[in-house]
């Protein structure tokens, strides 16, 4: 047989779209879906057709030429066709924040006040006790005034944001002083010099990468009087001196420098503030809201750091305040309502459900032991090697009761916070190494990501490590489904 009289058998739209499994499909996916996953089997049969030579054409499979064949396989098409791009999985890796598996898993209760929200009307910009209009910006403000010490705050909808909006309010036109060893790249390209060019203000750069005193922050401010005096002609080309706008603290929170180091405390930048008049912003990112030490996390938290007198800090929601994606903004009311009243305001606001997540979130806040409960970031980063060793034993037992062939073994190892905080930070944790018979842990490892629900493992030294701080123990029935 020819290709010609196989393209003559494909059958029509209309004829598979007849079919009674397919009648009931359309029923329930609708029409247009089911007839474009016909239309997609048949091109792709009529595809295959056109690439075979005259000596294969004989061998054509002629069943998968018939109506029912092409039915069937267009609900395949529906079905493969449904599956969202952005879906769960399991994080065995023992990086708590891992910014591609999504950063910090919400708590139940901001679960559940999302889905409340999300599928109905809402209070976003409406006063229900005065029958108006409302802010957005007062939703959380009052609960993050409270935990922080602040004046004021705002919600952007994630801290590049944050940073941006906070120099376009503050530093445009001016200049905004910032260490050489804080002039971080954060990820996928954002830099501190590139935003704050977008931001149209100007960077100041003092002290060198690994030492910075309070006393150059302080030898590099321009009042507006000396600004205006300036001779230009007189300057080197390409160098910029305007008045000074802020003074800008960033925490080092992807990266440490050790050895010969020094760097000005927010209590000296504060102190240099005062005196010339000059706002003190401190871009803290983590996001910690609790003091962790107790638990190896040596990172700032923000009461503390607010305390120390700064003016503007600004941080993320996703990273240690184990909340949805978001940039809080918190200091000074009259800095923060400059912010409130910008241009960029309304085009890096957030939408209800990130509120509902962060409400929920923050009031977990108000009893510091119910945040280690039940925020599940802090659980992570509080858990005690005995639950861990429990629960990767209960996984080992699991996995050996559901593939005879699986060689488990209990192993202590070391984790990660990840997502940019705390880089210095390494947790003792405990991990089921898995051998799969001959099969290399890279292999096993590609296995676990195809499952229906995927796993994400951890390979070192070519042993496959499921690491359980960052396992629920409702996904351990889950990775062994992937493993059987």
Known sequence: ????????????????????????????????????????????????????????????DLQSLELSSVADAAELRVAENEKMKLFPLINATGTILHTNLGRAPLCRDAIENVAKVSTSYSSLEYNVKQGKRGSRHDLVNDLIKELTGAEDAMVVNNNAAATMIVLAALGRGKEVIVSRGELVEIGGSFRIPDIMMQSGAYLTEVGTSNKTKASDYEAAIITKEEAEDIDWEELDRGMSRFETGAIMKVHKSNYDIVGFTEEASLEELVSIGKKHDIPVIYDMGNGLMMDMSEYGIREPNVPASLAAGVDVMLFSGDKLLGGPQAGI?????????????????????????????????????????????DIPILRMISESKDVMRARAEKLS??????????????????????????PMVRLPGVAVSVQDGGKSADTTERKLRKAEIPVIARINEDRLLLCVRTVNDDEIEMICEALK
């Not at 699991?398 to 940019?420: H, K, L, P, W, Y």
Request: aromatic share 4%; proline share 2%.
């Open 329 to 373: 903004i918190v200091g000074k009311k009259e800095y923060i309502k400059a912010m409130k009243q910008h241009p960029l305001a309304r085009a890096m606001r957030v939408d209800k459900m990130t509120f509902a997540a962060l409400e929920a979130t923050l009031k977990k806040y108000k009893d510091p032991s119910l945040a280690l409960r």
């Open 397 to 422: 037992d699991s996995i050996r009761i559901a593939n005879a062939d699986m060689v488990c073994e209990i192993v202590e190892v070391e984790d990660q916070i990840g997502g940019g905080a705390a």
């Open 1 to 60: 047989m020819d290709k010609m009289e196989l393209l003559r058998r494909l059958p029509k739209i209309d004829d598979v779209m007849r079919q009674e499994s397919l009648v009931m499909l359309a029923e329930e996916k609708g029409d247009l879906i089911v007839t474009d996953a016909v239309r997609e089997v048949i091109a792709a049969k009529r595809a295959e057709i056109l690439e075979l030579i005259d000596e294969t054409a004989d061998l054509y």
